[in-house]
């Protein structure tokens, strides 16, 4: 076997992904890590024969995956060929861990079954303390209803007037493709599934399994600890210890309730949502100077010391931002509609080069329309010859400013979430 003197691994420096559009390696490092981690996820999604995202390499065009690698104890993003890729690829790393042989040294774990059977039991006799417990099952087959397969879930609850509801046990050593295999099929079933961590430790280096796990959960990191049975026992229903993502770490647990975790669409429970929110947030921190500002702007003086074109071209990106709002408010002139702002500025040469941003930029909000009107006309009709692209700082501000529309990552990573505001979503 080869394995003596490894040669450096090539790594993939660039890929294409679905919707999103080409990915460099670096690309990849500098995102957020619920941003490649949901891009991650929804590959590994597609990958399983689920509805999810395809990324292909630059190079070769072979299917790339996003694996993670740590470097001076952080988990650092990058692309890997599938196995079965083509050698030749300048970019080719090598054979990857064929998931088969992985499965079979995940088996080898027997101390770590036993506890899982023990854990099991557990959940099981604590769910059927609830008045509403109908029948429960452990690790029996479940017959699908949606798809060709069935499941063993690890338990699987029936509640009156609360339904169905299945609970897996989320080990150290479980695939990401497991996970998202698992994950997929209760969402089409329609059940409720809930990830029990097990073996984590929040005070430590979490394991790229469980992150992976976490963020499903919208950052909540449930744990059957035996506060949580005790709870359980006193509140005759399933009680979790829930720690909830912070920064880089958790804050202290709560207890809740599993009838009042909020079920989204994903069917992934959650007690708080610490991945939207705090990103939600974040974007309205940046634009808050910048709004503030143009309330009072006199539509002359450099705006943040930024040139006219330019300081207009926001003034004009906020009001169609406002508008896509339904608070329609004109930052960049005197007109009464931003149509008229518009038209005026083309028509005078004001937004020659910036007809491209500016079509990107109502095309992806609630304001689309416009495009079919006269705005789209002037538009195509105004276009200079020089345009600012995405690298041009135009466009990297305003993609700062306004991710929703601007920024094809976090729109994916919105509209995955169900959280794409409404006035970022084309009619
Ligand atoms: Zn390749």
Same mark, same amino acid.
């Given at each position: 076997?080869?394995?003596?003197?490894?040669?450096?691994?090539?790594?993939?420096?660039?890929?294409?992904?679905?919707?999103?559009?080409?990915?460099?390696?670096?690309?990849?490092?500098?995102?957020p890590?619920?941003?490649?981690?949901?891009?991650?996820?929804?590959?590994?999604?597609?990958?399983?024969?689920?509805?999810?995202?395809?990324?292909?390499? #630059? @190079?070769?065009d072979?299917?790339?995956?996003?694996?993670?690698?740590?470097?001076?104890?952080?988990? !650092?993003? !990058?692309?890997?060929?599938?196995?079965?890729?083509?050698?030749?690829?300048?970019?080719?790393?090598?054979?990857?861990?064929?998931?088969?042989?992985?499965?079979?040294?995940?088996?080898?774990?027997?101390?770590?079954?036993?506890?899982?059977? #023990?854990?099991?039991?557990?959940?099981?006799?604590?769910?059927? !303390?609830?008045?509403?417990?109908?029948?429960?099952?452990?690790?029996?087959?479940?017959?699908?209803?949606?798809t060709?397969?069935?499941?063993?879930?690890?338990?699987?609850?029936?509640?009156?007037?609360?339904?169905?509801?299945?609970?897996?046990?989320?080990?150290?050593?479980?695939?990401?493709?497991e996970?998202?295999?698992?994950?997929?099929?209760?969402?089409?079933?329609?059940?409720?599934?809930?990830?029990?961590?097990?073996?984590?430790?929040?005070?430590?280096?979490?394991?790229?399994?469980?992150?992976?796990?976490?963020?499903?959960?919208?950052?909540?990191a449930?744990?059957?600890?035996?506060?949580?049975?005790?709870?359980?026992?006193?509140?005759?229903?399933?009680?979790?210890?829930?720690?909830l993502?912070?920064?880089?770490?958790?804050?202290?647990?709560?207890?809740?309730?599993?009838?009042?975790?909020?079920?989204?669409?994903?069917?992934?429970?959650?007690?708080?949502?610490?991945?939207? =929110?705090?990103?939600?947030?974040?974007?309205?921190?940046?634009?808050?100077?910048?709004?503030?500002?143009?309330?009072?702007?006199?539509?002359?003086?450099?705006?943040?010391?930024?040139?006219?074109?330019?300081? !207009?071209?926001?003034? @004009?990106?906020?009001?169609?931002?406002?508008?896509?709002?339904?608070?329609?408010?004109?930052?960049?002139?005197?007109?009464?509609?931003?149509? @008229?702002?518009?038209?005026?500025?083309?028509?005078?040469?004001?937004?020659?080069?910036?007809?491209?941003? #500016?079509?990107?930029?109502?095309?992806? =909000? @609630?304001?689309?329309g416009? #495009?079919?009107?006269?705005?789209?006309?002037?538009?195509?009709?105004?276009?200079?010859?020089?345009?600012?692209?995405?690298?041009s700082?135009e466009?990297?501000?305003?993609?700062?400013?306004?991710?929703?529309?601007?920024?094809?990552?976090?729109?994916?990573?919105?509209?995955?979430?169900?959280?794409?505001?409404?006035?970022?979503?084309?009619?």
């Amino acid at each position: 076997m080869a394995g003596v003197g490894r040669k450096p691994q090539r790594i993939v420096e660039a890929a294409v992904v679905d919707g999103i559009g080409p990915v460099t390696a670096h690309d990849l490092v500098a995102m957020p890590e619920d941003s490649w981690g949901l891009l991650r996820d929804r590959i590994t999604d597609h990958r399983q024969g689920n509805e999810g995202l395809v990324a292909r390499c #630059l @190079a070769c065009d072979g299917s790339v995956y996003i694996r993670t690698a740590r470097r001076r104890g952080v988990s !650092l993003p !990058l692309f890997a060929h599938y196995s079965g890729s083509d050698p030749s690829c300048p970019w080719y790393h090598g054979r990857n861990t064929v998931p088969d042989d992985a499965r079979a040294a995940q088996y080898q774990g027997r101390q770590e079954s036993d506890f899982h059977r #023990l854990m099991c039991e557990q959940v099981a006799a604590l769910v059927a !303390l609830d008045p509403r417990h109908v029948r429960h099952t452990v690790a029996e087959y479940l017959p699908p209803t949606e798809t060709a397969h069935g499941r063993f879930p690890d338990v699987y609850v029936e509640w009156e007037g609360f339904g169905a509801f299945a609970v897996e046990f989320q080990m150290s050593s479980t695939f990401q493709t497991e996970i998202s295999a698992r994950c997929k099929h209760y969402e089409r079933e329609g059940v409720p599934l809930l990830w029990i961590l097990f073996g984590i430790d929040t005070k430590a280096q979490v394991q790229q399994s469980f992150i992976d796990v976490i963020r499903r959960h919208r950052g909540n990191a449930f744990v059957l600890d035996p506060l949580a049975v005790e709870a359980s026992k006193e509140q005759r229903t399933l009680v979790l210890n829930c720690y909830l993502r912070s920064g880089d770490g958790f804050d202290p647990p709560k207890l809740v309730r599993f009838d009042e975790l909020t079920i989204p669409r994903s069917k992934l429970p959650y007690h708080e949502d610490r991945i939207v =929110t705090p990103l939600l947030a974040e974007i309205e921190r940046r634009r808050r100077p910048w709004f503030s500002d143009l309330a009072k702007w006199d539509h002359s003086a450099p705006l943040h010391g930024l040139e006219r074109p330019q300081s !207009l071209l926001v003034a @004009a990106a906020f009001s169609i931002v406002a508008a896509a709002n339904g608070k329609e408010r004109n930052y960049a002139s005197g007109h009464p509609n931003i149509r @008229a702002m518009l038209n005026t500025y083309l028509h005078a040469g004001t937004f020659g080069g910036y007809t491209d941003l #500016l079509t990107r930029l109502i095309g992806n =909000t @609630a304001m689309a329309g416009l #495009l079919k009107a006269k705005v789209g006309e002037h538009l195509h009709r105004h276009r200079s010859e020089a345009q600012a692209d995405e690298r041009s700082q135009e466009w990297s501000m305003l993609r700062h400013l306004l991710p929703e529309a601007l920024d094809p990552v976090v729109r994916e990573e919105l509209r995955y979430l169900d959280a794409l505001p409404a006035w970022a979503s084309p009619e």
